[in-house]
């Protein structure tokens, strides 16, 4: 049906940036929503940015400033571009894409990528 494969994660000094990707295939008709999120082992996930069809990015008051998160609609496509990284966004962060399918274009169904690893350290 609907794949999500993320990439970019990765080992990184603070202070140092990485740039997330998402990628979405299968069957997608039209995507409503594309967002990043993040989670710590012991924590609940949480909402990093998200980007709604037609609407402005949103972004988490604790990477506002730092994080940009953008979409290629052509490619299908979420990425997540991370400056002056702190130890504290250490986390498996995930993609989550709100899609619909050519064989029910007006129903929107939820989809997670399987995880990207940062981890912000000396």
């Known amino acids: 049906q609907v794949q999500l494969v993320e990439s970019g994660g990765g080992l990184v000094q603070p202070g140092g940036s990485l740039r997330l990707s998402c990628a979405a295939s299968g069957s997608i008709f039209a995507i409503n929503y594309m967002g990043w999120y993040r989670q710590t082992p012991g924590k609940e996930r949480e909402l990093v940015a998200q980007i709604i069809s037609g609407g402005s990015p949103d972004y988490a008051d604790f990477v506002k400033g730092r994080f940009t998160i953008a979409r290629d609609n052509g490619k299908k496509m979420v990425f997540l571009q991370m400056n002056d990284l702190k130890p504290e966004d250490t986390a498996v962060y995930y993609c989550?894409?709100?899609?619909?399918?050519?064989?029910?274009?007006?129903?929107?169904?939820?989809?997670w990528g399987q995880g990207t690893q940062v981890t912000v350290s000396l």
């Open positions: 989550n894409v709100q899609v619909s399918t050519y064989r029910s274009r007006w129903s929107y169904l939820d989809y």
